[in-house]
């Protein structure tokens, strides 16, 4: 079976986007409002609901995105027997909760652009990026709580996932900000401290994804255990490859202001972290002073990227990206029964580290 990833994102995609508009449509009128919020003690204003919230998410989904995170949920439960039409409602768990963490980290970063365009909160200012960002943490549970399908006890078991999932996050994020500051020892960072960093970072989401839909096809806590397990580390071959992009992807990189916006971020990715262990003395304290400057210039920039590929750090990245896939997969793939979700699910895994873009 030949499997079109990218076909297959495109497709699940107005699917994905129509459960989204479900919980917050374009345009919020006086019902979209009762049946999120219930009767009102006084009165409503949905114009004002829709400029500061509707307008805002929209304008970002709109701009792209892969939607990847909801696709690996829907891939897993069909895989392990379920209907994905039975859960379209709870997409909006990973994908929305995703989104208030880049439009966050937009904010922290300080960053300019985000999938082609000026970042939310240059568009709409920042106070209502925040609160669109805070809004969509908690504005995804109204598909647990809409519930109709499973019983409590399921559904209780899924609160629990993505709360210890959102916990992770801010652990993850809180590191990866110190690091880009250039504090606490974060020019020795080992790889297993990088890799925790991003297990919870970024592979928390994907693993949120994995995890409720191994506890919704009703599965035991050892299988949504291991199912989590192999989503964190897509999650994190994922980020790998989006950082290898960001240095020398140029059609990625076309979409995010020229190469090596991580460099500007002071980004120590496992690039940098290869690097730094490699690097001759000279050569290391040229990259953590570049590291360390936030330069917008992109002839500084280039340099580091050239320090980075002289000790072939994209090359050891890029091998690591394919051995945690390939580990990733052979730990669930005599659990799955053969089907097209598993089929799917496999070369799902091994485009996330293909990709181009």
């Given amino acids: 079976m030949v499997v079109d990833i990218e076909k297959t994102l495109e497709e699940m995609r107005p699917k994905i986007d129509k459960a989204i508009e479900k919980f917050v449509p374009r345009k919020f009128d006086e019902e979209n409002l009762k049946f999120i919020l219930g009767k009102p003690s006084y009165k409503y204003t949905p114009e004002a609901i829709t400029e500061a919230i ?19 949920f829907l891939l897993i439960y069909e895989a392990l027997g379920g209907n994905p039409d039975d859960v379209l409602d709870f997409v909006i768990l990973p994908e929305l909760i995703h989104n208030s963490t880049i439009i966050h980290d937009d904010l922290e970063d300080l960053s300019e652009e985000r999938r082609g365009k000026p970042a939310l909160h240059l568009v709409f200012g920042e106070d209502i990026a925040i609160n669109v960002g805070d809004f969509l943490y908690f ?6 709580m809409k519930n109709k399908k499973f019983n409590k006890e399921r559904i209780l078991r899924a609160y629990e996932i993505c709360l210890q999932e959102l916990i992770r996050v801010g652990i993850g994020q809180a590191t990866d900000i110190i690091w880009h500051k250039g504090l606490c020892n974060a020019n020795n960072v080992s790889e297993e401290e990088y ?3 991003l297990v919870n970072k970024t592979g928390c989401i994907a693993r949120m994804s994995a995890r409720l839909a191994a506890c919704l096809a009703g599965k035991d806590e050892k299988e949504i255990e291991l199912f989590g397990r192999f989503a964190e580390t897509i999650g994190t071959a994922f980020q790998i490859q989006d950082d290898i992009l960001n240095l020398i992807g140029e059609e990625f990189a076309a979409r995010k202001g020229g190469l090596g916006e991580d ?7 496992l690039l940098v972290v290869h690097t730094l262990k490699k690097a001759s003395e000279e050569d290391r304290k040229r990259l953590i002073e570049i590291l360390n400057m936030h330069t917008k210039d992109q002839k500084i920039r280039d340099n ?22 390939k580990k990733a997969w052979g730990e669930i793939d005599n659990i799955l029964p053969e089907s097209d979700a598993k089929e799917k699910l496999k070369a799902f895994a091994y485009y996330l580290i293909e990709r181009k873009i």
């Fill in 139 to 144: 504005l995804p549970f109204m598909a647990l």
């Fill in 195 to 197: 890799f925790q960093m």
């Fill in 54 to 72: 509707s307008k805002p998410l929209w304008d970002y989904l709109d701009r792209g995105g892969k939607r990847w995170r909801p696709v690996l």
């Fill in 304 to 325: 580091a990227i050239e320090i980075i590929k002289k000790y072939g750090s994209i090359e050891y990245a890029k091998e690591k990206a394919r051995s945690l896939i």
């Fill in 263 to 269: 460099v500007t971020e002071g980004k120590r990715s």
